[in-house]
């Protein structure tokens, strides 16, 4: 079987959001996974030397329209949460906490806290509002609470950000197949070329 | 009649180069025209403040490599100028010099001048580089050379500049349907839609 195809994203992205409802459709058209792998969007600032792009003069404002449009036009729910952009330890731990022992229930946690994030307008950069997602699913509050403060938790997603940094990803989202890099939810139709030709 | 879509580029830019070989056919499909205007990319990183991107580092990198992909799937020849990026002055004076008399002719010109820089490796910052494209489609050298410092034709592609700006143009290509705007040859997707639907 193929390699899966990695799906680097930040929980804070809208961008990351919107491609988190495509890519595992387009991936089984052609008899693909879906390896995800969320990191913090934050550390490649300070490599790339580029601010958050809703900070930036003009391109933020711009941004702020494109996101709900790109939103309608594939028909994905969202509106732009009272607090954006947030920090994603808690949402990312939670993931990493959970990825290892049961990969499939990390991917539904992952969704539960983008929707939490983009469509109810939970602030999941709070560590008790993370927990609540994940006891919604039924994992246990205690123990998704105490992973948040594991410092080997910790140490997994700065790890998996490192690896993503060192593989050339600065951007949410960020895609691979095989070795080919895709920035941004506008290149998922050459992925998708891609996965269909072999390389183009 | 519709009013026409317009298209703002900057001689200087791949993702503009790529854009110019599309706009006029999906244009077309829905009964309008295109109205090109060429201008200063530079003058909207003091706005921005954000760095040109083949300097920004990683996604320089990525972005070398996205646009010979990104000509590949769209079919668009192209190469990666010697000389890269450049100053496109000389080129947006010779196309505002022609485009009042005859607009046809100079988005002939434009053509001309992109596929001299994209795919002739033609340094068409140069002045006499200019001219000589022009003098190929016929146009008379002596004249493009006088208008490339006249400084009228110099005042006009300031005020487009400054007008483009003033819409909130902040990167090339930029179209705008009616008053909607999009940032992109990615995103002629989603302003193809808005020509069928009338907004969505």
Redesign the interface.
Known sequence: MADPIVFHFDFSSTYGYIASHRIDAIAARHGREVLWKPFLLGA?FK?????PLPT????G??SA??VL??A??HGVPFRLPTVFPISSQAPARAFYWLSDRDPQAARQLAAALYSAYFVDDVNISNPSDTVAVAASLGHDAAAVAAALEDPAVKARLKDETEAA?AR?V??SPFFFVDDE?F??G??L??LE?WLETGG?
């Not at 490599?47 to 601010?51: E, H, R, V």
């Not at 930036?56 to 391109?59: L, T």
């Open positions: 490649t490599i790339t030397g580029l601010p930036v003069p003009m391109k404002e711009y329209r494109d449009r790109t309608r036009f940094i050339g600065f951007g890099p920035w941004g506008d290149r139709d050459q070329r183009f």
